[in-house]
């Protein structure tokens, strides 16, 4: 696994992205430290590799299968209303050396409130950019809801 100098304010966490849920070749899957938006996930390259144009087929091709199972999986879930795919890269380039990392933010969301181990999360702003405000959710529901989302992967 790549380290990463990233403090990405859309990832919340430095020094990582989250819960490990799922890997293949070429990506791994983290469930994000933040749930503003219920079931954000990082996809993160394995390789170090600065910029999406050195990204190559065989990556576009495995993350094509991820982009399909994440929202298959996610639907099946919680029935988002769309789901927004960004790569920004910004905050560290902050830094005086920026080494940035490939990864994107997968983040769903929802017109209406969704609910999940009687905790409501409603998307404050439907429509608009996402806002990297960071809601941390009980240990236990992260938990749930990795579970959750890697089943429906596997299940496809
Ligand atoms: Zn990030």
């Known amino acids: 696994m790549i380290s990463t100098n990233s403090t990405c304010e859309y990832c919340q966490i430095a020094g990582g992205y989250g819960k490990l849920l799922w890997e293949t070749n070429h990506w791994n899957?983290?469930?994000?430290?933040?749930?503003r938006y219920l079931g954000t996930c990082v996809v993160a390259l394995k390789r170090h590799c600065r910029d999406l144009s050195q990204v190559n087929n065989e990556e576009w091709i495995d993350f094509a299968q991820i982009v399909e199972k994440l929202e298959k999986s996610l639907t099946q879930t919680f029935q988002p209303t769309l789901y927004n795919w960004?790569?920004?890269k910004n905050s560290v380039f902050r830094d005086k050396n920026p080494n940035p990392e490939i990864h994107w933010h997968f983040i769903p969301r929802y017109h209406e409130p969704v609910h999940f181990e009687g905790i409501s999360f409603p998307d404050p702003d439907f429509g608009y950019i996402p806002i990297p405000k960071k809601r941390e959710i009980p240990v236990e529901v992260m938990e749930q809801l990795a579970i959750k989302i890697k089943d429906n992967i596997i299940k496809g």
């Open 29 to 35: 899957v983290y469930l994000a430290p933040s749930q």
């Open 86 to 88: 960004s790569c920004f």
